[in-house]
């Protein structure tokens, strides 16, 4: 069965400084790896997804992520933190085939400091 | 293009008391999840409707039950409600496109809170 992983359940960065977010998955074929931001008090919002056409993706508000193969890895990044990026970070992944099962970390709350 | 609607928006109940939470997909989809996320327990999953009919169903009890309408919107009702059911509902959307991976479309969330 798939599932992902994401290390650290509350990361803080300083404000101008890497955004470095883990996720590492777990499947027998690479799947479908996607990333979600969620602010207070509302739903989650895609930030980018990984469908193989390419090992680096980028997404909406800066944030891009690599898949590595070889560390079962999807890391999400962004170079430069803003106060804005204070939000809860899900990474999620999904089987391909018609029936698709997602899966979603336990995500990842990110903390911003001036 | 509308996005994920979902209703009501806040809901106070007793514990006991039954409950129905609303969810309006994306135009176009045919695939409605649910999921509870209660304070510090992340995401969890509930349900999945696809074409009228329940494909998977997460770890939570019978009194968590739902549907999915022909016009593909879906209801989640729980009876008996307990404190520990207070928590944001959220419904998700996606389209069934079995050439690429679609991923799927949050609503805002129903927050259910239970005295």
Not at chain 1, 17 to 46: E, K
Not at chain 2, 40 to 66: A, C, I, K, M, V
Not at chain 2, 73 to 96: G, H, K, M, P, Q
């Amino acid at each position: 069965a798939q599932s992902v992983t994401q290390l650290g359940s509350h990361v803080s960065v300083s404000e101008g400084a890497l955004v470095l977010l883990r996720c590492n998955y777990s499947s027998s074929v690479p799947p479908y790896l996607f990333w979600y931001v969620q602010y207070p008090n509302q739903g989650l919002q895609l930030l980018l997804k990984y469908t193989s056409a390419a090992t680096l993706v980028k997404g909406i508000n800066g944030f891009e992520a690599e898949f590595k193969k070889s560390e079962t890895s999807f890391h999400l990044t962004k170079p430069s933190a803003h106060m804005s990026d204070a939000a809860e970070y899900f990474c999620a992944s999904s089987n391909s085939g018609g029936y698709q099962k997602v899966t979603f970390g336990t995500g990842t709350k990110l903390q911003v400091i001036p | 293009e509308a996005g994920v609607t979902q209703s009501p928006t806040h809901l106070i109940k007793t514990r006991g008391q039954q409950v129905t939470l609303r969810c309006s997909p994306i135009s176009g989809h045919t695939s409605v999840y649910w999921y509870q996320q209660a304070l510090g327990l992340g995401l969890q999953f509930l349900l999945w409707y696809d074409e009228g009919e329940e494909r998977n169903r997460g770890n939570f009890p019978p009194r968590f039950s739902g549907r999915q309408f022909p016009n593909y919107s879906s209801e989640l009702n729980v009876n008996a409600l307990e404190l520990e059911d207070s928590a944001l509902y959220l419904c998700a959307s996606r389209s069934r496109d079995l050439r690429s991976n679609q991923p799927q479309h949050f609503g805002d969330g129903t927050r259910l809170s239970i005295l």
